[in-house]
């Protein structure tokens, strides 16, 4: 195996910032459930980020000369039938996050124009998110160099504004404003008055798992980290510490300048920066207009990266021979086109389905699909806990040079974390208030629908493939730690590394 420490620490602590920190998230959070997000994102970060974290590290461990990700980590314990579906299931999620993302770029581009929120009908949002996202999804097939430079940037604008509101929030109150909120202990409660319940408390937690996700897309970095697992271990604790700080004080500082009850999820953070501007002496218009820019810039960025990146990994990392050639077919990009418009067909009626029922509110069409896309944000780690307890349960003796401590260790945080998976999962598919018939169709009919025709379409691929060549179907379907064992073992010892089993498809 070549030499590839080629990061140091310091980069991969960037890299986990930039992938994993949104303000966004803090926006959201503060309003669904106030100050007591604080400590929930602080715990969130402790108690899952660091740990799904750690449990990456074992499974790049354990296939250490697979590059794929996810589909070849689901696959070391549950076969190839299971790291299809979890690796759909990354893609289908990405789906949902396109209807949370597009109708923003809206209201961040209203706040740049005109300084304030615009008034804009449902519907109206939706024909304008189809426009956008067709403008999007045809660059994307283009391979812009310059789409990574934009993420960057927007990612880099975000979080330097995020770091000044902390500094704002903490020089206010040192200065001795009058809080907004209760910012005492106390006042980090469920507040009967609310109305908020614990149904409602419990569905939120979908957002915050979502708000500190992104631990997969960082662990296939460990071959590259000098330093390797010592290092990474880490490095990804101290960043993921760091990130709940962010979260957690970020929260607690929106009590500071405004009260729960004056911000939305659409001009949450435009009311907020305003308020600060205005306790600084600053113009609230042009700070509005800054911020609208910034989360413009960010957000496109985002849009543009993600139209492009899942849909080629998911066509480029699955088995030959389950879709036809001409879809997974890469273009001089290396984008598969055709793949990327059928994304867009199925993105289309999805964006619409929410409008009816959102009624005329721009905010409830926010919660709605926020929801949406956090319960179904659930499905893709899940699918690798349930992976790494099988790991853990039958091929303990699978060898790499990093586990997640002993095999008690490792079983009980699986099944604690798969617990909580699960009633967060439940709570924000059937959100309180929300319409029956919405519910049944968007947030249940979606799942069902879509993952039931991925598990039929594998299905069919398998029947094929036992025709044409059973002992490929046998090997497509059986676990590969033994196998990765066998290759680690002889790496571990500095033998020769062979051919068998290096490809990095299923």
């Given amino acids: 195996m070549t030499n590839r420490r080629s990061i140091g620490a310091v980069i991969l602590f960037s890299m986990v910032i930039a992938a994993v920190f949104n303000f966004r998230n803090v926006i959201n959070n503060y309003v669904a459930i106030g100050t007591l997000a604080a400590p929930i994102f602080l715990a969130a970060t402790i108690l899952y980020f660091v740990p799904f974290t750690l449990v990456i590290a074992e499974m790049v461990s354990l296939n250490r000369r697979s590059e794929s990700g996810v589909y070849q980590w689901v696959k070391s314990s549950l076969g190839g039938r299971w790291a299809f579906f979890t690796a759909f299931c990354y893609w289908f999620v990405n789906l949902f996050y396109f209807i949370s993302l597009l109708p923003i770029v ?51 604008l975000m979080l330097v504004m995020a770091v000044l509101f902390l500094v704002a929030g903490a020089g206010a109150l040192l200065g001795g404003i009058t809080p907004a909120n209760d910012m005492s202990p106390g006042g980090m409660r469920l507040d009967p008055g609310s109305g908020i319940t614990a149904w409602a408390f419990l569905g939120t937690l979908a957002w915050i798992i979502q708000g500190v996700g992104g631990a997969e897309s960082i662990g296939v970095y460990l071959n590259d980290l000098k330093g390797g697992v010592r290092a990474f271990v880490r490095t990804i604790v101290v960043s993921g510490v760091a990130i709940g700080l962010l979260y957690s004080l970020g929260t607690w500082l929106m009590g500071v300048f405004v009260k729960k009850s004056s911000v939305s999820y659409s001009n949450g953070i435009f009311v907020t920066m305003q308020a600060a501007a205005g306790h600084f002496g600053l113009p609230g218009g042009a700070v509005v207009r800054v911020v609208g820019v910034i989360m413009l810039v960010a957000t496109l960025g985002g849009l543009l990266i993600w139209t492009s990146a899942p849909v080629k990994i998911f066509f480029s990392e699955i088995p030959d021979g389950i879709f036809g050639k001409r879809v997974v077919a890469l273009n001089s990009q290396g984008v598969p086109v055709v793949g990327a418009w059928i994304q867009f067909a199925i993105v289309v009626p999805l964006l619409f389905i929410p409008t009816l029922g959102a009624g005329s509110s721009i905010d409830d069409l926010l919660k709605i699909v926020t929801n949406m896309t956090a ?132």
Wanted: no cysteine.
């Fill in 375 to 506: 319960a179904t944000a659930l499905l893709p780690p899940a699918l690798i806990l349930v992976a790494y307890l099988v790991l853990r349960a039958r091929f303990e003796g699978a060898v790499r040079d990093f586990r997640f401590g002993s095999r008690a260790v490792g079983l009980g945080m699986s099944v604690f974390l798969l617990a909580v998976f699960a009633v967060a999962f439940v709570a924000s598919t059937f959100p309180e208030g929300q319409a029956l018939w919405l519910t049944l169709a968007y947030n249940v009919g979606g799942v069902v629908v879509f993952l039931g025709a991925a598990l039929l379409w594998y299905q069919r691929y398998v029947r094929r493939l036992r025709v044409t060549s059973p002992e490929e179907a046998l090997a497509e379907l059986t676990p590969t730690a033994p196998l990765r064992s066998a290759e680690n073992a002889r790496t571990l010892a500095g033998e020769p590394e062979g051919t068998d089993g290096a490809t990095t498809r299923g």
């Fill in 106 to 156: 809206l209201v961040y581009a209203g706040y740049m124009i005109l300084g304030r929120e615009w008034a804009i009908q449902p519907w109206l949002i939706a024909v304008l998110s189809v426009v956008i996202f067709f403008i999007a999804t045809w660059v994307s097939t283009k391979g812009a160099r310059w789409i990574g430079s934009v993420t960057s940037f927007g990612s880099t």
